[in-house]
């Protein structure tokens, strides 16, 4: 009891819910595993994020949905730490400060993003891709003495099944069809070992069939992980099946089932226009 | 179940590699004595001193060549400013030289001749210590060493990429270049040093003593080779590429770029200071116009003609372009820069991958490395449209 006192967070909270702080480490004592709170952003006056907040639950599948310029990349980047709000909170469990840390940083306490468009390494092989974003010591000294252990290699061949590509291990990542180079960056993630994902649009130009095995392979990461979903299309996001946020001008217009926000009238005009 | 690090070392090489290796080292450690010592002048296998000191020089350029090729080739940074490192290297040694000199010089006391004519008493504190051989050694790998860290710890840091860099490193080598032409800096101006007599007291112009340092530039160029083959065929490397290709990206996946590249380039640069320093000896000169920019670009101009990415496509490169040098300034003295341009601009043309690309495309293999030209912007473009 006497830790929760000095436990800036804690203290707040419920008796019994004592803790201690470990820095450097996930806090997800209070089951949500992100916080963003009034966050805003803006280029050159135009506002991108406007007072934004949102909580994910641990273990949740939030798909994000919005027309065009409602601010889901910058969102994703602010959360990345690619850019850095100009006011708000961003916490990554309890006790970890998104607006503190840097790229490298974030990625290594666990959150992996997946961009639009597939940025995976052209000229390495699809091995070497997951090789290179697997979860391990990634300092210089490290790298230059590195050999996979069988269960590191293991690791892999996992993940390869996975994401179906274990007939193109030994291929050049860059000869790979669209999809493929989709599935590849989702494994990619999945080799950091993430607690949180970030897909952007991870279905953009994907045949219906590879639409509908990454809805699964999604599926069954929930719960395990916890992941945050952008997409345009819709019955992916309904495939998803959790619950739906729907961004508009930097903030949050509506939250809830997926039928629900379909059914909202505000939701209805922001996308059919008057 | 983890494989011991001579063992890799011995695995990162293909087995025609160690048969090409082993080749070179009978040429030049025993075939080019021989045929220097123990033929007459008469013979037409005799190698000529103008030979050896010529060919010991282009292997030093090769050194350089592929310690550029590691950082242009495999972690994409085009360094236009190579030479001041492989200048620094030759200078430090070079004290040395002028120190072994002794009372021999031209006005027979125990400092250099350049220092007496400036009317200086005694030696500057920066030369402490360079009559010894080790200090020698240590200044070599230290001082260009040093440089190329704390030079790489801002541009990297600052993340300045691409054709800004490659401008910073060529106004680096030309303000070094200036500062080195100054009498008052201490490293006689614009003469440099010259008139060596001995290293290690043993006479620098025995055909001994130049066949042992056309022995150790060989040497040096097969260790930097398989060095440098360790290290692209490492963990290590395949980042390295992967910085070049997309650096966003690597960021997103953990690694910190910076340091990849200061560990690549420092690396690189204190390569190139160690044939700089076995480069003086031979010709028995080092001058600031070693530093001059144009140096530095012909640096680049060996590695794009062997083909980059390759690391024996340098030393191709170094050889095809120097060969051609000395015979064009030698017959055709005033057509030798058009030579290098038109060759430069022929190769980008119509050889991307230069030499060695060239071959592997007649033997109808793959590129190692295809179209390093694209590498993907993606992820740069995010950001702007939220």
């Not at chain 1, 690619?82 to 974030?106: C, H, V, W, Y």
């Not at chain 2, 600052?158 to 060529?170: A, D, L, N």
């Amino acid at each position: 009891m006497s830790t929760a006192m000095h436990d800036g967070i804690a203290s707040s909270g419920r008796a019994g819910d004592s803790h201690v702080l470990r820095p450097g480490e996930l806090d997800l004592s209070h089951k949500v595993i992100l916080y963003l709170e009034d966050i805003s952003v803006s280029f050159d006056g135009f506002k991108a994020l406007n007072n934004l907040s949102l909580t994910i639950d641990a273990g949740e599948l939030r798909a994000i949905i919005g027309p065009n310029g409602a601010g889901k990349t910058t969102m994703m980047d602010v959360i990345t730490g690619k850019t850095r709000p100009d006011s708000g909170k961003a916490f990554f469990g309890q006790t970890l400060d998104l607006t503190r840390m840097n790229e490298p940083e974030i990625a290594h306490a666990g959150i992996g993003r997946k961009f639009q468009k597939p940025t995976i390494f052209e000229n390495h092989s699809v091995f070497e891709n997951l090789e290179l974003a697997m979860k391990t010591d990634k300092r210089v000294w490290k790298s230059l003495f590195a050999q996979l252990s069988g269960e590191e290699r293991d690791r892999v061949s996992d993940t390869l099944k996975r994401i179906r590509l274990q007939t193109e291990a030994d291929r050049p990542a860059g000869l790979l069809s669209h999809g493929q180079k989709q599935w590849l960056e989702i494994g990619m993630l999945l080799m950091q070992e993430p607690r949180l994902l970030l897909l952007d649009e991870p279905v953009a130009g994907m045949t219906d069939e590879e639409t509908e095995r990454t809805a699964e392979l999604f599926v069954s990461l929930a719960g395990q992980h916890s992941l945050v979903v952008v997409e345009h299309d819709m019955s992916f996001v309904e495939a998803l099946g959790g619950q739906v946020t729907v961004l508009h001008e930097g903030s949050v217009l509506a939250e809830g089932s997926l039928a629900k926000v379909q059914a909202d009238p505000r939701v209805i005009e922001v996308y059919l226009g008057r | 179940m983890r494989t011991p690090l001579s063992v890799r070392l011995f695995q990162s090489l293909p087995r025609t590699g160690w048969l090409a290796l082993a080749i070179f080292a009978a040429v030049a450690w025993i075939a080019i004595p021989a045929a220097h010592l123990l033929l007459p002048e008469s013979s037409p296998f005799h190698v000529s001193a103008y030979t050896v000191t010529l060919l010991g020089k282009i292997l030093c350029y090769a050194v350089v060549a592929v310690a550029m090729d590691l950082i242009w080739g495999y972690a994409g940074i085009l360094s236009l400013g190579h030479g001041v490192f492989f200048a620094l290297g030759g200078y430090a040694f070079g004290m040395y030289l002028m120190r072994q000199i002794g009372t021999d010089g031209s006005y027979g006391v125990a400092l250099p001749d350049f220092m007496v004519f400036l009317d200086w008493k005694e030696l500057p504190w920066f030369w402490i210590g360079s009559d010894s051989f080790l200090w020698a050694l240590i200044m070599v790998v230290a001082v260009p060493g040093l440089l190329a860290f704390v030079f790489g710890w801002f541009a990297f840091r600052s993340r300045i990429k691409g054709v800004y860099f490659s401008i910073i490193t060529q106004a680096l080598t030309y303000a070094t270049m200036l500062l080195f032409f100054r009498n008052e800096t201490g490293f006689g101006g614009n003469n440099g040093f010259t008139d060596f007599k001995r290293i290690l007291g043993y006479d620098i112009t025995s055909p001994q003593m130049r066949l042992v340092l056309f022995g150790l530039s060989a040497a040096l160029l097969m260790a930097v080779l398989i060095l440098g083959r360790y290290l692209v065929t490492s963990k290590f490397g395949r980042v390295l590429a992967a910085i070049r290709d997309a650096e966003s990206r690597v960021r997103f996946i953990g690694y910190q770029p910076t340091q990849y590249k200061l560990a690549i380039w420092t690396l690189s640069a204190v390569l190139c200071a160690l044939a700089g320093a076995l480069y003086v000896p031979q010709v028995g000169i080092i001058n600031p116009s070693e530093m001059s920019p144009a140096n530095s670009i012909e640096i680049a101009v060996w590695v794009a003609v062997g083909g980059r990415g390759t690391l024996i496509g340098g030393v191709i490169g170094a050889f095809i372009v120097n060969l051609a040098k000395s015979f064009f300034t030698v017959s055709f003295p005033d057509y030798w820069l058009f030579f290098l341009g038109f060759l430069f601009i022929g190769v980008t043309l119509f050889l991307p991958n230069g030499v060695v690309g060239l071959w592997r495309k007649l033997r109808g293999r793959r590129p190692a490395a295809p179209e390093t030209e694209t590498p993907a912007p993606a992820a740069t473009t995010q950001g702007a449209k939220a």
